[in-house]
């Protein structure tokens, strides 16, 4: 059981030790209880204590959180990802993650993050600043919302890292005009009517 007035972590990762080294970060956190690690959403529940107030979960693993919401309401999850493509980005931000963890996130970064998420705010960190340019994505969301090319991807990327259109266009070589039309695409998709949408998806609901 947590001690009262503490946060009790949980990670949720297929490799023991991301688990352990991750969970080794937060022992003797005065704000953190660290309740343990198991490698598959099955295994939560021979974990011993209470649910998690926060969870650092493995992306791959998230499908499998997302159908037990039972278990898992009331815990602010923080995705932490391989992959930080902005499909990926945006899956975790319409899913309802409190955060994303792009796994070259440096050690204090990620203490930093989760205890941001626990003062009721979110974190994300994309990881490097220059991703590999993602292939051209041919699915689209379960509302059937958006279908991002390559390129929406690279400039909903930079959108992301609240790059101004000037300085998008100059890092991508584009006109402003041009900047400004893949923009406006990219929020028609991604089902936002600008910027301060986009930005607001990113904050903690309630």
């Known amino acids: 059981m947590a ?20 969970l080794d970060l937060f022992r003797g956190d005065p704000g953190v209880t660290v309740l343990g690690g ?5 295994a939560v529940g021979s974990l011993p204590g209470r649910r ?6 493995e992306y791959e693993q ?26 990926s980005v945006v899956d975790c931000i319409r899913g309802g993650a409190a955060g994303f ?5 440096p050690p204090e970064s990620i203490v930093k993050g989760l205890h941001d998420v626990l003062s009721g705010r979110s974190f994300w960190h994309l990881g490097a600043d220059e991703p590999e ?4 994505v041919q699915r689209a969301d379960a509302g059937g919302q958006w279908k991002l090319s390559g390129r929406e991807e690279e400039i909903l990327g930079l959108l992301l890292r609240r790059r101004s259109n000037e300085e998008i266009a100059h ?9 400004k039309n893949y923009a406006s695409r990219v929020f028609h998709k991604v089902g936002v009517s600008g ?5 607001r998806m990113l904050r903690p609901c309630g």
């Not at 198991?38 to 099955?42: A, K, N, Y």
């Not at 998690?52 to 979960?57: E, G, Q, W």
């Not at 998230?62 to 499909?87: H, K």
């Open 195 to 199: 910027r301060k949408e986009l930005f």
């Open 101 to 105: 963890v792009h796994e070259s996130c």
């Open 3 to 22: 001690e009262k007035g503490r946060c009790g972590l949980l990670v949720l990762h297929s490799s023991p030790l991301i688990r352990k080294a991750i």
């Open 52 to 57: 998690p107030d926060v969870a650092l979960v």
């Open 38 to 42: 198991c490698p598959h959403p099955t």
């Open 62 to 87: 998230w499908q499998g959180v997302r159908g037990n919401l039972a278990y898992w309401s009331g815990t602010r999850v923080i995705l932490y990802s391989r992959d930080n493509t902005p499909r």
């Open 171 to 179: 890092e991508l070589c584009l006109t402003q005009q041009t900047v």
């Open 133 to 136: 340019r993602a292939p051209v």
